[in-house]
């Protein structure tokens, strides 16, 4: 083993242009970890933000190198480990540093990677499944039978929500201002397309006779929320994962109060490990078989060669992607 790798540094804080390819020291293992070397990285927008300066990963983690997501082989375990075994299928989220050929993480952050799949294709799958799965079935109870509504389908946790939405019986609505996104959510079973236009809340009362959406996967924000209070239905669940649209906007309490609703926004970065851990053993039990029988399937827009991160960020900064963008080492 060498002692340096290849990982995508930010220089610094600015465009997609400061981030570079470097040689950087191998990360070493303390007792119960385990190293992964990485076959592909998820690209997501909090990669974005870092870059230019705002939302640091947590301490402890690499401030200059991004990267939340991994999917890999096990290199090298730790003392204790007990869970793997150099050579085993791996993926998992980390707070940062993903963006390298090797990682190190606890070995109770890391879950198999589904029998059938390859290992790159597998990193398509934690940051978006596991945040859409945290939002809507774990915090926000989503039941067979409810109607869900996601903004933003075409993205990675828009077509992740999406796929959970179908798997735990809901009828998914999705938004999107692309067409041509709408008819690719269709390819993954989406019930109802709506054109993300100054119409779209009429449009899903009119899906939903007028009842409204029980659980809104918001990834857009700020002006969506006065759609949103429209079209939640009473008693519905309204969790703000993203804020591509902007963050700030009224609240109509009233509207609120009447449906006896609820706004909860939530975020997976900066979080205790053990919060993250417990997430990662419930998806676990209760999603990750469904990709060994196909109900569940990454959703992978293109995946680039590690050399070519800021052409990643360019294409996610215009929302020209539909899934994940991967980083291949």
């Known amino acids: 083993m060498t002692e340096s790798m290849r990982a995508v540094v930010i220089r610094e804080p600015g465009g997609p242009e400061v981030l ?30 870092q870059r230019r300066g705002g939302h640091p990963a947590p301490p402890g983690c690499p401030q200059d190198i991004p990267g939340m997501e991994f999917a890999g082989t096990v290199d090298q375990v730790g003392e204790g480990v007990t869970r793997w075994r150099p050579g085993d299928r791996v993926m998992g989220i980390i707070g940062g540093g993903g963006y390298a050929e090797l990682v190190v993480t606890r070995e109770d952050a890391a879950v198999r990677v589904p029998a059938a799949m390859g290992a790159e294709e597998a990193g398509a799958i934690p940051e978006v499944f596991m945040t859409a799965f ?40 999705g938004t999107s201002r692309s ?55 009473t008693g519905g669940r309204h969790i703000v994962v993203g804020v591509t649209g902007g963050p700030r906007t009224e609240v109509d309490l009233r509207a609120l109060m009447t449906r006896r609703a ?29 990709f060994d ?37």
């Open 20 to 49: 570079e390819l470097r040689e950087v020291p191998i990360p070493l293992t303390a007792p119960g970890e385990i190293r992964v070397r990485v076959a592909t990285s998820g690209v997501n927008r909090a990669d974005l933000l």
């Open 134 to 173: 945290d939002a809507v079935v774990l915090q926000e109870g989503l039941q067979a039978g409810e109607t869900l509504l996601v903004h933003a389908v075409g993205s990675g946790v828009g077509t992740a929500g999406l796929q959970l939405g179908r798997a735990f019986g809901a009828r998914v609505v």
């Open 179 to 233: 067409p041509d996104k709408l008819r690719k959510a269709e390819g993954l079973r989406l019930d109802h397309p709506v054109l993300g236009d100054g119409r779209w809340p009429e449009r899903v009362l009119e899906i939903t006779g007028g009842d409204g959406a029980d659980v809104i996967l918001d990834l857009v924000g700020g002006p969506y929320l006065a759609g949103n209070q429209k079209v939640l239905a």
């Open 262 to 290: 609820h706004i909860r926004g939530t975020v997976l970065r900066v979080r205790p490990v053990e919060e993250k851990i417990a997430l990662m053993e419930a998806f676990e039990r209760r999603a990750l078989a469904l």
């Open 293 to 329: 029988t196909g109900v569940l399937r990454p959703v992978v827009d293109r995946v680039l060669p590690a050399e070519d991160a800021a052409e990643a960020h360019r294409l996610l900064e215009a929302n020209a992607t539909f899934g994940k963008v991967l980083l291949r080492w």
